[in-house]
């Protein structure tokens, strides 16, 4: 029996170290079936949206594979494989970094935030100085990209 706590568990105990957020003026159900879905297969706009613009999913070479919630990105190369949790309202995601992607309803329509929580300076894919940076402007133009794709798929 695994004892680990869920990815999920883990971030909810640590602080918040970034945030980063936008609206989309759209029901919030909406909305997060598509920044919460998940499935076995190519990462891409209709598949682990938060990841779709990532240089190794542009290039068709990250593929998610799991079930139940728990999943793992794998990428073509040396570069560990990206875990993934989701449930009804997170999705969480940990390479060199671990965060969370949440849709909560707001006056505007969809509140979409992305929390990072926690750094891994000993995961291959970190760069020294990265996260000091460039990280959360790198956040604010990954998210505003997410819901770019989320307010046109839903014509909004």
């Given at each position: 029996?695994?004892?680990?706590?869920?990815?999920?568990?883990?971030?909810?105990?640590?602080?918040?170290?970034?945030?980063?957020?936008?609206?989309?003026?759209?029901?919030?159900g909406?909305?997060?079936?598509?920044?919460?879905?998940?499935?076995?297969?190519?990462?891409?706009?209709?598949?682990?949206?938060?990841?779709?613009?990532?240089?190794a999913?542009?290039r068709?070479?990250?593929?998610?594979?799991?079930?139940?919630?728990?999943?793992?990105?794998?990428?073509?190369?040396?570069?560990?494989?990206?875990?993934?949790?989701?449930?009804?309202?997170?999705?969480?995601?940990?390479?060199?970094?671990?965060?969370?992607?949440?849709?909560?309803?707001?006056?505007?329509g969809?509140?979409?935030?992305?929390?990072?929580?926690?750094?891994?300076?000993?995961?291959?894919?970190?760069?020294?100085?990265?996260?000091?940076?460039?990280?959360?402007?790198?956040?604010?133009?990954?998210?505003?990209?997410?819901?770019?794709?989320?307010?046109?798929?839903?014509?909004?």
């Open positions: 029996m695994d004892t680990t706590p869920s990815l999920l568990a883990q971030l909810d105990a640590l602080p918040v170290l970034w945030e980063v957020r936008g609206t989309v003026p759209a029901p919030v909406s909305v997060a079936d598509l920044l919460l879905a998940v499935g076995e297969g190519r990462v891409g706009d209709d598949n682990l949206l938060v990841l779709a613009r990532a240089s999913a542009r068709g070479a990250m593929t998610v594979v799991g079930t139940a919630g728990r999943y793992r990105a794998e990428l073509a190369g040396q570069v560990e494989p990206v875990a993934i949790e989701v449930d009804d309202a997170r999705l969480a995601v940990q390479s060199w970094y671990a965060g969370v992607h949440t849709a909560t309803a707001s006056a505007e969809t509140l979409v935030s992305h929390r990072v929580h926690r750094v891994l300076p000993d995961h291959p894919g970190f760069a020294p100085g990265i996260a000091e940076l460039g990280l959360r402007a790198r956040m604010a133009r990954d998210l505003a990209q997410v819901l770019d794709v989320i307010a046109d798929r839903l014509g909004c």
